[in-house]
């Protein structure tokens, strides 16, 4: 019980950070939307894995290297808003979903890990894990590969909860116009989501 309570900071960061709306969770819910939650669930596991990886690959000394080379940052950040800009026109012109049948090209679960290696947000999440929950025991690999977990596992709850989210906008928007407005619409969040990193600077 007291290893659960000393852990329970992070817990709580954690689950913030994988449950409040960014570029991922905007991709799975309508993905789910769109393909339905069996031809979405490899997404969210591949988003889920990559991050917990960047979680862990920070931690074990490469958040070092991005602190010491803002440029560095700099570039992944203009790479992942201009990708995602992208993704979010095509998100926009797309046809409403079908709403009797599935569609062909669900968010793939390679996509979803490539957008963590150059999502902004994945990456300043790992780093602020680094600094307020750096291991200082005798064996930080260790504990940087418990934290790690406890985020996948952590992100992968968080994760289908939007899945099942995108699922119940079919019950919500039940005309063919209805859902393409939806789709507008978050497209637009994710346009958003894209560039709100370089807005607040």
Not at 113 to 130: G, R
Request: hydrophobic share 55%.
């Amino acid at each position: 019980m007291n290893l659960f309570y000393s852990y329970l900071p992070f817990l709580l960061f954690a689950f913030v950070a994988s449950i409040t709306p960014g570029p991922t969770n905007i991709l799975i819910l309508t993905s789910s939307q769109r393909f339905g939650i069996k031809a979405t669930l490899p997404a969210v596991v591949s988003a889920c894995v990559a991050a917990s990886l960047i979680v862990f690959i920070s931690g074990a000394g490469a958040g070092e290297v991005l602190r010491s080379y803002p440029l560095v940052r700099e570039v992944m950040s203009w790479a992942g808003a201009l990708w995602l800009s992208w993704l979010s026109w095509q998100l926009f012109t797309a046809p409403a979903a079908d709403l009797q049948g599935e569609a062909q090209r669900p968010f793939s679960g390679r996509a979803a890990a490539l957008l963590q290696l150059i999502n902004p947000k994945t990456w300043m999440m790992a780093l602020a894990v680094v600094s307020l929950f750096a291991p200082h025991g005798t064996h930080p690999l260790r504990e940087v590969s418990l934290l790690s977990l406890w985020f996948l596992l952590i992100s992968l709850l968080c994760l289908s909860a939007w899945t099942l989210l995108g699922k119940a906008v079919n019950r919500l928007f039940r005309t063919t116009t209805s859902l393409l407005w939806f789709q507008r619409v978050m497209a637009l969040c994710l346009l958003f989501s894209a560039w709100a990193g370089f807005l607040g600077a």
